[in-house]
């Protein structure tokens, strides 16, 4: 694993053009797997990223790549995915650390048991893999103490990458089908003539661009706000811990109410905690409140509110929301957002691994990070062009699921800013939702 900050070496040196077809604005798991199959297309694209490719949220997650528990409208998504991630692992030359090992969902209670049954309709539907999983069963697969789970879900198909491997990995495959990947170089703003999108501002200079891709994760509303494009984005920080090598007593994903776990390639474990999450109120957290409070009541036992945000964070008090392309920005100010770990949620992950197997004890963290994990008050992105301003797409709010369904959202936004059918109804996913007098409906948290 590796933690990328702001002093990580530059690893794409792209010279910003005069002008492309499509510019892409991030350089996360969306941005660049839609950079990848737009030059699959024929596409000229220039993807510019503030600080490192893969630096923030890409590289942080749990590397899960899985189908099971998805909402019913990302679940054809994440299927698709699912295949375009074995695609990539054979066209791409790279070994992105895919492996199907399975995602097991492990139940307390009769009545998590009865939450998995419902998403079975859902996966017979789509001819999914999905199956309940008696008590000896569980433990046939996992050896956990005795007593914890009473059963559980398993999708064997589901599987896992390394994300501080993959994404980078496909970026360079993006680069050698004619990609122009442009690190350390903010994009401030975008220009229109006659409300016509023309192109973009940037540290570097301007560019000149029919279209553009906000791909920006936790950053992605701040940048939008300078344009008068408003969503109701918010980020949660998320902290994940890994292991030195233990012994193969579990290669696949699992996850408990509170507690998950999935085997890496260099032998040692992910593990996080599912209910400890730090949310940093600033402007955006009283402006979009009333579209999060169904969310917050639902789904957001555990999380903690606080006032003092780690520096530079995308919505502190202290950022500027409207500037020029003259100004420096606060995307200048912050190359990595690389907020540290929660020591809470570390104390809780030693606690709870001991807990679910006592014959790890004695096993020691190696390393440990945290995350801004971009969110919807629904938990599902928006993926869609904005009515208000054509030419301008967003690919955001992945609420924790990005990597995982990256590489089918690439390809769903490389077909959108072509102009050609997506594939798959995007209604669920629309940026009005919000707006339109619609009712939020919550998607699965995990």
Same mark, same amino acid.
């Given at each position: 694993?590796?933690?990328?900050?702001?002093?990580?070496?530059?690893?794409?040196?792209?010279?910003?053009?005069?002008?492309?077809?499509?510019?892409?604005?991030?350089?996360?798991?969306?941005?660049?797997?839609?950079?990848?199959?737009?030059?699959?297309?024929?596409?000229?694209?220039?993807?510019?990223?503030?600080?490192?490719?893969?630096?923030? @949220?890409?590289?942080?997650?749990?590397?899960?790549?899985?189908?099971?528990?998805?909402?019913?409208?990302?679940?054809?998504?994440?299927?698709?995915?699912?295949?375009?991630?074995?695609?990539?692992?054979? #066209?791409?030359?790279?070994?992105?650390?895919?492996?199907?090992?399975?995602?097991?969902?492990?139940? /307390?209670?009769?009545?998590?048991?009865?939450?998995?049954? #419902?998403?079975?309709?859902?996966?017979?539907?789509?001819?999914?893999?999905?199956?309940?999983?008696?008590?000896? /069963?569980?433990?046939?697969?996992?050896?956990?103490?005795?007593?914890?789970?009473?059963?559980?879900?398993?999708?064997?198909?589901?599987?896992?990458?390394?994300?501080?491997?993959?994404?980078?990995?496909?970026?360079?495959?993006?680069?050698?089908?004619?990609?122009?990947?442009?690190?350390?170089?903010?994009?401030?703003? %975008?220009?229109? #003539?006659?409300?016509? %999108?023309?192109?973009?501002?940037?540290?570097?200079?301007?560019?000149?661009?029919?279209?553009?891709?906000?791909?920006?994760?936790?950053?992605?509303?701040?940048?939008?706000?300078?344009?008068?494009?408003?969503?109701? @984005?918010?980020?949660?920080?998320?902290?994940?811990?890994?292991?030195?090598?233990?012994?193969?007593?579990?290669?696949?994903?699992?996850?408990?109410?509170?507690?998950?776990?999935?085997?890496?390639?260099?032998?040692?474990?992910?593990?996080?905690?599912?209910?400890?999450?730090?949310?940093?109120?600033?402007?955006?957290?009283?402006?979009?409140?009333?579209?999060?409070?169904?969310?917050?009541?639902?789904?957001?036992?555990?999380?903690?509110?606080?006032?003092?945000?780690?520096?530079?964070?995308?919505?502190?008090?202290?950022?500027?929301?409207?500037?020029?392309?003259?100004?420096?920005?606060?995307?200048?100010?912050?190359?990595?957002?690389?907020?540290?770990?929660?020591?809470?949620?570390?104390?809780?992950?030693?606690?709870? +691994?001991?807990?679910?197997?006592?014959?790890?004890?004695?096993? /020691?963290? /190696?390393?440990?990070?945290?995350?801004?994990?971009?969110?919807?008050?629904?938990?599902?992105?928006?993926?869609?062009?904005?009515?208000?301003?054509?030419?301008?797409?967003?690919?955001?709010?992945?609420?924790?699921?990005?990597?995982?369904?990256?590489?089918?959202?690439?390809?769903?936004?490389?077909?959108? %800013?072509?102009?050609?059918?997506?594939?798959?109804?995007?209604?669920?996913?629309?940026?009005?939702?919000?707006?339109?007098?619609?009712?939020?409906?919550?998607?699965?948290? +995990?």
């Amino acid at each position: 694993m590796a933690t990328y900050t702001s002093s990580t070496p530059q690893q794409f040196f792209g010279e910003l053009p005069a002008q492309t077809d499509i510019l892409i604005i991030g350089g996360g798991v969306i941005g660049i797997c839609t950079a990848y199959w737009l030059a699959q297309k024929g596409a000229n694209v220039t993807l510019c990223e503030k600080g490192r490719v893969a630096g923030e @949220q890409s590289s942080r997650n749990w590397g899960w790549v899985r189908q099971q528990g998805r909402d019913a409208a990302e679940l054809p998504i994440s299927m698709e995915s699912n295949r375009l991630w074995q695609q990539l692992m054979k #066209e791409t030359g790279e070994d992105l650390g895919f492996r199907q090992h399975g995602v097991y969902y492990l139940a /307390e209670t009769p009545e998590e048991l009865r939450k998995f049954e #419902e998403f079975l309709d859902l996966a017979r539907q789509h001819q999914l893999d999905t199956r309940m999983l008696s008590k000896e /069963e569980v433990y046939a697969h996992i050896p956990g103490r005795e007593g914890k789970w009473l059963g559980g879900m398993v999708t064997p198909g589901d599987g896992r990458a390394e994300p501080w491997v993959a994404v980078p990995a496909i970026a360079r495959a993006a680069e050698r089908n004619g990609v122009n990947i442009v690190e350390d170089c903010a994009v401030r703003t %975008l220009e229109f #003539e006659g409300g016509q %999108l023309t192109g973009a501002v940037t540290e570097k200079g301007p560019v000149k661009a029919n279209r553009v891709l906000i791909a920006a994760g936790a950053w992605s509303s701040l940048f939008a706000q300078n344009l008068g494009v408003s969503m109701p @984005q918010l980020c949660v920080r998320a902290t994940v811990a890994a292991t030195r090598s233990a012994s193969d007593l579990f290669m696949g994903n699992a996850a408990d109410s509170t507690f998950a776990f999935r085997k890496r390639l260099d032998g040692g474990f992910t593990l996080a905690v599912a209910d400890i999450h730090d949310h940093y109120i600033g402007k955006d957290s009283f402006r979009h409140f009333f579209k999060w409070l169904p969310a917050v009541k639902a789904s957001f036992k555990g999380i903690s509110f606080g006032l003092n945000p780690p520096a530079n964070y995308p919505d502190s008090w202290a950022h500027k929301r409207r500037w020029t392309g003259d100004e420096t920005t606060p995307f200048e100010k912050c190359r990595v957002l690389n907020p540290i770990p929660s020591p809470r949620a570390l104390k809780r992950i030693k606690e709870r +691994l001991v807990d679910r197997f006592p014959q790890l004890k004695g096993l /020691e963290l /190696e390393e440990s990070w945290a995350g801004m994990i971009d969110a919807m008050p629904d938990f599902v992105p928006i993926m869609d062009e904005v009515p208000t301003q054509k030419g301008v797409f967003i690919a955001t709010g992945f609420s924790g699921h990005g990597f995982g369904i990256g590489p089918a959202a690439g390809r769903i936004m490389a077909d959108l %800013l072509m102009g050609k059918p997506a594939g798959h109804d995007l209604s669920r996913f629309r940026y009005s939702r919000f707006s339109d007098g619609s009712k939020i409906k919550l998607g699965p948290f +995990l």
